[in-house]
């Protein structure tokens, strides 16, 4: 009864032509494809690639954005120029944003409350460090990211909501959490939002898996009951690794 949900995150990569070339590609190899997909440029390509998949089954994101609609905030991006760009989702709590750009989870809470007021679609991303890992703290750091990131938020909002989990120490890495590592932290998620809402909402909620996604280990991830999605990095930069993986079904 979820659907599944894959998206790509793109990073700081990417050039207008390279972006306009790549989602060019994207649309018309993933257009059989009915589950949702997202990708999410650099700011500087978004309204070209939201032009070039205007009309398309793929979704257009943003990978992080102000906490504020204007003002008096040099070098940030409001959630209404995100929108005028073309984008309708945002992914928020990176943890490249936790720990490169020490974003905490009051800061990302405003962000939440303010892309879900604004009318965006949320990805919000949790995760544990090695060290948390190693320390037995997994479950209190994702308890705690979770509970302070949907601070206040009401679940009227949730179908907007988007959980991504993503262990710090897969990103980028090569290292991937085992789908039964994965889906035991994602089932943690969803008993957390049985306590932060009810068990209706927990068990509605899509939660993305992140973390060295590949086209080879995507099916095995995605075969768990709790693993509804991926969020993907380096893969999503190529259409040969992206196109298996969001038709990891197929
Ligand atoms: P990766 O990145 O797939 O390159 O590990 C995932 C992410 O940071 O969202």
Redesign the pocket.
Known sequence: MRTPYIAG?W?MHMNRAEARDLAAQLRELLAPVKHRIMVAPPFTAIETVAVTLQGSNIMVGAQNMAPALNGAHTGEISPLMLKDAGATVV?LG???RRHSYGEGDGLINEKVHLALQEGLEVIL?VGETLEEREAGRVDAVVEEQLAGGLREIGASLLPRVTI?Y?PVW????GKTATPDDADSVHGTIRRIFTELYNSEEAEKIVIQY?????PDNVKGLMSRDNIDGA??????LKVDSFGPIVQFNS
Do not use: D, P, Q, Y
């Open positions: 995150n990073k992914i990176h943890s490249e991303c991504a993503e897969a990103i980028g890495t992140g973390g060295s996604v590949k969020l993907v990095g380096g893969a999503s």
